[in-house]
């Protein structure tokens, strides 16, 4: 028997219980994994409140984890007994010590990927390549704006276009946060908190505006977002961290210059193995030669995850965050 954090039921913190749970043996195209370290994501928080439904109750959390193979069950081909490995993504069930989970959904790890060090990146690292590469085509001579750019997702998304040859504006909502988005490097950085972002962009874009705007932040920021957009332009609305972007009318996107919207997931453009090995590869790429750096700035031991949900909800963290098992 392990331990594993259940949920028996949406609300607050509190309902995150450190229980005993059997993983149980892998089945057919499963793999049976003792974690070393377990990702903090906000989608948790989404899951945990009932924001997005989860199929079942209790449940136990946790999009992203990495550890070790422990067994295989039948026709396993992907990984072996053994192995380190790391995933991201559905199914949910990573707040456990050891947990059962399709083997197509794992990604061996190389020698220069530490397995705690891919605990803390998987997700907003394959996030921040599909972001980049399949959302908008970002390369030499981009201009683009990322919001919450010393958040997770952030600080890794920041240096990479940096690396693709954007010009890169950041928001960030404290004068600490702000730091950490110029160290990672941003060009510039706006406090989104003062307002007047829209005004900011267009001094630094000579009243162009940019080419992309990439939104986590949801209701905040969503229209501002839209005013910071050039004719043409590409809005990717990919999270909801102050809560869900309102319904709006298209014409909007007309009457601001034709612009694109994408909503996306990180689920879709990993969908198929090919694509969630290609992801993988491209992210464990750039952090081997140093591209991006992967900001551990906060950990805590599984058992205190209600911790480190709070920390994450409140604004209080920077860079990425592990639970160690
Ligand atoms: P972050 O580390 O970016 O944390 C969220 C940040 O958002 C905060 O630190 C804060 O930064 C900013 N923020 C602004 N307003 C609020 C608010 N009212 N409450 C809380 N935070 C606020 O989180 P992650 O890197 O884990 O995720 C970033 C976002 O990306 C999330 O919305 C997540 O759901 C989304 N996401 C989407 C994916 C997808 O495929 N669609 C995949 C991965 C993540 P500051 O203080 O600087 O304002």
Redesign the pocket.
Known sequence: MSKAIVLHAHGGVDNLHWEERDPGRPGAGEALIRHEAVGV???DI?HRTGLYPLPALPAVLGMEGAGIVLAVGEGVTEVQPGQRVAYAGRPIGAYAEERCIPARRLVPLPDAIPTRMAAAMM??GM?AR?LLHGCYPVRQGTTLLV????????SMLVPWACHLGATVIG????PE?REKALAAGCHHVID??TGGVAARIRELTDGRGVDVVYD???Q?TFMDSLDCLRPMGTMVS??????AVPPFDPGVLAARGSLFLTR????HYTERREDLLAHAADLFDVVARGVVSVHIDQSWPLAQVAEAHTA????R????MVLDV
Do not use: C
Request: charged share 10%; aromatic share 12%; hydrophobic share 30%.
């Open positions: 994501n906000f989608i989404y997700l907003r996030t599909y919001h919450a750019a010393a958040g997770g997702v952030g928001t960030a909502g404290s946060k989104y908190r986590s932040v949801g905040a990919f999270g909801q961290s102050s809560g996306p997931s990180l689920m994450l909800e409140s604004r963290t920077t860079g990425t």
